[in-house]
């Protein structure tokens, strides 16, 4: 089985910064794609950030110029170091795992984490 345990949340004034990460364990033969994606209350889960296995980036329209995606394949993590943060990013932060490909089963799977706090005070 594949599990995926982020750290880094909190809470930080606005301005502030934050790294979160993510490291995925477990019979990882390889992943397509790593990212993040963020759930506010009463709201439906986003994209925030995602990159590929070759370092394609893809980021939501609200924290480009803000955020930044980065992995490292060989320990199979990925990060996220968020810059100038506003109250509207506050939201729980999941890591994401797509198109794993695993050593015990045939197909490519899609893995989450459990979710991170991060609060952004005004």
């Known amino acids: 089985q594949v599990q995926l345990v982020e750290s880094g949340g909190g809470l930080v004034q606005a301005g502030g910064s934050l790294r979160l990460s993510c490291a995925a364990s477990?019979?990882?033969?390889?992943?397509?794609?790593m990212g993040w994606y963020r759930q506010a209350p009463g709201e439906q889960r986003e994209l925030v950030a995602a990159?590929?296995?070759?370092?394609?980036?893809n980021y939501a329209d609200s924290v480009k110029g803000r955020f930044t995606i980065s992995r490292d394949n060989a320990k199979n993590t990925v990060s996220l170091q968020m810059n100038s943060l506003k109250p509207e990013d506050t939201a729980v932060y999941y890591c994401?795992?797509?198109?794993?490909?695993?050593?015990?089963?045939?197909?490519?799977?899609?893995?989450w984490g459990q979710g991170t706090q991060v609060t952004v005070s005004s």
């Open positions: 994401n795992a797509d198109g794993v490909v695993i050593s015990t089963r045939v197909g490519k799977y899609v893995y």
């Open positions: 477990g019979s990882i033969f390889s992943i397509n794609a």
């Open positions: 990159i590929t296995s070759t370092g394609s980036t």
